[in-house]
């Protein structure tokens, strides 16, 4: 462990700060997008936020590997559209939360899958298959997956960025 370079509260404050500069940009890239539901906009945020949390909080962890996160969200990506498609397949004319068992069943067995799949491939990152949930409900687009891998490459620059100044809060 390396020694802080400044007093400990200074990095609660500083590493704790990059959290919301995630959640805030995210909420504005995303907010020039109109979901039918803002709510599951803030909730997908509230994943990120968490991911924002392990990486800069908690930074020695094995969820807050660059690895975890980036495969943990690909695999969360793949499946989730996939059991999208697959909701899409059951009525393509009906609206998706029409269809609300259905989508259940489908949003619980995806992120099932999802976590198989992360521990399969050495990959795990609890925010990403919560966000899993997200894409299943809500109507995703190109340009909320690329919100997502925005949000992603920031917190990951951040993190290499000033991966010598931040120390892991946990400890």
């Known amino acids: ?31 020039n997008f109109v979901l039918e539901n803002k709510l599951l906009g803030v909730i997908g945020a509230s994943s990120l936020g968490a991911t924002a949390f392990i990486v800069f909080v908690t930074k020695d962890s094995v969820a807050a590997r660059a690895r975890n996160v980036i495969g943990g969200y690909l695999i969360t990506l793949l499946v989730s559209m996939a059991g999208y498609y697959l909701l899409t397949l059951i009525d393509p004319n009906a609206s998706i939360l029409a269809h609300e068992h259905i989508t259940t069943i489908i949003a619980g067995l995806s992120m099932a899958i999802v976590v198989i799949l992360m521990v399969t491939f050495r990959a795990t990152h609890p925010p990403a298959a919560g966000f899993s949930i997200i894409l299943i409900i809500a109507h995703w687009t190109l340009y909320n997956v690329l919100t997502l891998i925005a949000t992603l490459l920031l917190i990951l620059l951040l993190r290499s960025i000033l991966d010598p100044w931040l120390i892991d809060l946990n400890n």
């Open 1 to 31: 462990m390396k020694s802080a370079p400044w007093p400990r509260w200074v990095h609660i404050l500083l590493q704790c700060s990059l959290i919301f500069v995630i959640v805030a940009f995210f909420l504005t890239v995303l907010g």
